[in-house]
């Protein structure tokens, strides 16, 4: 190398990052934000996020909100405003203008070199198209069929459990966050691809998709990053190996590898149906999701400019994984434990579930279950596994609001005008957490409040029960219906068999959140995300 290529190559680094830099830094001296209130920030380059990931999801909003309005902003990387409201109309216009307001680019970029261009993270007519050809395999329909396989895997999850229990005598310490984990991933794989991870089976070998992703996803944090950050900004820095990307590539491959093997013979096998119509199925095959959106991605009604590709169909293998498994095994976690937290409840609803006369329902007696349906919703309420969720405007707007905010010289409005490229950050737990909008109690767990709901809290934009759980809009979640029932089965097969109480104090449980938040024993930080909880078999076994 030459004296002056060493020269150069710094140079030329440099001048891409003040090219890069410098619009960055003089963004927030323009921002219509500028007079919205909000709290001091800490540092000019993390502006507030380091001290939002230090504690647990919504604590610090919550605080902000009380101190400066429901509709305030803080700051974010380089001291970028970032716009946070509780007022459900402007929430409303934000989810139900979806083109307008979508995901930040650093995180489609971070999230799609792992998942592909799947769904959670396409945009405008990609995205439109995905979620055309696969809202049919979501259906309630489609659920319906797949219930059994729901209750299979919650009584696989029973007897491994049962049997931790005869060893240890009437009773045995289980962590039940990672007995949900394997449940739900078992049951993706069936209810997903037709794929067996066998997670549940204790003598089972390690499965090499299982490990491919727990690599991509397992050590996932929401922290402020530098690198990815510059890994962003700056394509060329995304050339350069380190020991955690060769480690990521590595994963990616073999999600690749295995998915293409699903898509290649779940595409024969609809081929294959295509042309024998008349001949008889295999009980799982062709109802899991992956076969169901190929299905309708080869039906000839459907204009072949609206088709997916083959690697559209393929990134949302790892798309369901990462956005269906966790989710719900978190979810039913936290239903676990406010269980073992309210002794009363939990045997009103064993009542309620030992009096169906049958260990198979089907998703309808699931779903005319009055107190199961109550204990999830409001589970689904205050421990919603996604806490908050963000969008960034496309373009300026005005976005309006049901109660007005006034700025810091003291002037109120009644709509908040932002530019484009302001973030936004979607309250989900501080929505359902709010006093004003659930009452006193709205941090108590109660499913008996389900029997009538306060007005205000009936003005939540939520695709479900009142709630942000799934969010709202063209983007909210596709798979509600699939968690729900799941989690039903989940609930139904495990208070009917244990019962469950927790195994350390309560106030040693804390929730450590990134994308989900997971429940974490403070004493025992070495183990990591837990759950553990005392069971006994239920005595009327
Ligand atoms: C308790 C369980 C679940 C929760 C709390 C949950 C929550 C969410 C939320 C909040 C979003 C919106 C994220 C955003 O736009 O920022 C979302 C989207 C999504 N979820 Fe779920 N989810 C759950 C279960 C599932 C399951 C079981 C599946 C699939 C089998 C699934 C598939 C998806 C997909 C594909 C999207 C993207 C939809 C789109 O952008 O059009 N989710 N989910």
Redesign the pocket.
């Known amino acids: 190398m030459t004296a002056y290529s060493y020269f150069a190559l710094p140079v030329v680094v440099a001048v891409l990052v003040l090219w890069k830099l410098i619009p960055l830094l003089l963004k927030p001296l323009s921002s219509k934000l500028r007079l919205v209130p909000g709290p001091p920030c800490p540092s000019w380059l993390f502006g507030n996020l380091k001290e939002i990931t230090n504690v647990e999801a919504a604590v610090l909003h919550e605080q902000w909100v009380a101190a400066y309005g429901h509709t305030i902003k803080y700051k974010g990387w380089l001291g970028h405003d970032i716009l946070y409201t509780m007022d459900t109309r402007a929430l409303n216009h934000i989810l139900s203008h979806s083109n307008d307001y979508q995901?930040p680019a650093i995180a489609r970029f971070s999230l799609s070199e792992v998942l592909g261009e799947g769904?959670?993270f396409a945009e405008g007519e990609q995205?439109r198209l995905q979620?055309r050809v696969m809202n049919p395999a979501f259906g309630p329909s489609q659920i319906r069929e797949i219930t059994d396989i729901f209750l299979e895997k919650a009584a696989q999850l029973r007897d491994m459990w049962l049997e931790e229990i005869s060893v240890h005598g009437d009773s045995a310490r289980v962590d039940v966050l990672d007995g949900m984990a394997k449940m739900t991933l078992d049951v993706?794989g069936l209810a997903?691809f037709n794929y067996s991870f066998d997670a549940l089976n204790a003598s089972g070998k390690a499965n090499e998709l299982n490990k491919a992703f727990q690599e991509l996803f397992g050590k996932a944090t929401n922290k402020p990053s530098i690198f990815a950050m510059l890994r962003y900004l700056i394509p060329p820095l995304r050339l350069i190996p380190t020991p955690p990307t060769r480690r990521v590539d590595a994963a990616v491959r073999v999600m690749r590898r295995i998915g293409m093997e699903l898509v290649t013979e779940k595409k024969a096998e609809v081929i294959r149906d295509m042309r024998n119509p008349n001949e008889k199925q295999d009980g799982l095959r062709s109802r899991d999701?992956l076969t169901l959106l190929i299905k309708a991605n080869m039906a000839v009604d459907l204009d072949p400019s609206q088709r997916l590709s083959d690697e559209d169909v393929l990134s949302q293998i790892p798309?369901?994984l990462s956005?269906?498994h966790e989710?719900?095994s978190n979810?039913t976690t936290w239903c676990m434990y406010a269980l073992s937290q309210a002794r009363d409840i939990q045997e009103k609803l064993r009542t309620e579930l030992l009096a169906v006369p049958t260990d198979t329902p089907t998703m309808d007696e699931l779903q005319a279950l009055p107190y199961l349906d109550a204990v999830v919703r409001e589970t689904m309420r205050v421990y919603?596994?996604?806490p908050a969720?963000v969008r960034v405007a496309m373009k300026d707007d005005v976005i309006p609001l049901n109660t007005a905010y006034t700025d810091i010289n003291g002037n109120e409005h009644d709509e908040i005008e932002i530019e484009e490229g302001i973030q936004i950050d979607i309250p989900?737990v501080a929505l359902h957490r709010s006093k004003e909008l659930w009452g006193d109690d709205a941090l108590e767990f109660k499913p008996d409040r389900w029997g009538s709901l306060p007005e205000a809290a009936q003005n939540i934009p939520g695709v479900w029960g009142n709630l942000m759980?799934?969010?709202g809009g063209p983007?909210?979640?596709?798979?509600?219906r699939?968690?729900l029932i799941e989690m039903k089965a989940l609930v139904f097969i495990l208070i009917r068999a244990f019962e469950f109480e927790l195994a350390v104090p309560a106030k040693d449980i804390s929730k450590q959140s990134s994308a989900v938040q997971r429940p974490f024993v403070l004493s025992e930080p070495e183990k990591g995300t837990q759950l553990p909880l005392i069971i006994k078999p239920y005595r009327g076994l």
Do not use: E, M, N
């Open positions: 995901k769904i959670l995205h979620r993706i997903g999701l798309t369901f956005a269906g989710t719900t979810a919603a596994p996604v969720t989900i759980t799934f969010l983007r909210s979640c596709i798979g509600y699939f968690s």
